[in-house]
C-alpha cells in the first residue's frame, strides 16, 4: 500500500482551499500518508509522529463513550491559528488494524460542511468503509 494514502490525503486536501494538511494514520499513531499545502511549513517527523499518537489515542478514548452516544464520526479542537479534526476511518480490535484521518483547516473555516459535504464523500469514493458497531 506504498503511496495509497499518500494520494488519499492529497485527494482530500485538494477537496477544498480551507484544508491546510491531511495525514493519515493507524491506532498506533504511525502516519501512514500525508499532504500539505503549498507554502505551509511543516511540523518536524518526531513532532507530527507525537502529534499524532496524542490525535488518535483522544479519539481511541472517546469510543468508550459509543455504547451510549452513537459512533464517533468526528471530533474537532479549534485553536486560534487553526483547528484540527479527527476522522476515524475504520475499526479493529488491534490498534494498528484502526485507521484516523487527521486534518488541519484555517480558522473560521466551516469545518462541519467541509468535513460532511467533502471530506466524508472522499472517504467513500476511496472505498476506505467506517466500521459500525456490532460489524
Known amino acids: 500500500m506504498d503511496g495509497y494514502f499518500d494520494l488519499f490525503c492529497q485527494r482530500v ?3 477544498d482551499g480551507a484544508i491546510r494538511s491531511v495525514r493519515a494514520a493507524n491506532g498506533l499513531g504511525r502516519i501512514l ?3 500539505y ?3 505551509l511549513a511543516h ?3 518526531d513532532e ?3 502529534h499524532s499518537l496524542r490525535s488518535v489515542l483522544r479519539a481511541a478514548l472517546r469510543e468508550d463513550f459509543e455504547p451510549v452516544n452513537g459512533r464517533l464520526r468526528y471530533s474537532l479542537s479549534v485553536y486560534e491559528r487553526l483547528a484540527r479534526a479527527t476522522v476515524p476511518l475504520k475499526g479493529g480490535g488491534n490498534p494498528g488494524d ?3 484521518l487527521l486534518v488541519a483547516f484555517e480558522p473560521g473555516a466551516d469545518i462541519g460542511s467541509i468535513i460532511t459535504g ?3 464523500p472522499e472517504i467513500e469514493r476511496a472505498g476506505i ?3 459500525k458497531a456490532g460489524a
Open 13 to 15: 486536501i485538494s477537496c
Open 33 to 35: 500518508g500525508s499532504s
Open 37 to 39: 499545502r503549498a507554502g
Open 43 to 45: 511540523m518536524r517527523n
Open 48 to 50: 507530527e509522529e507525537l
Open 98 to 100: 484502526k485507521l484516523y
Open 118 to 120: 467533502k471530506i466524508f
Open 129 to 131: 468503509k467506517e466500521e
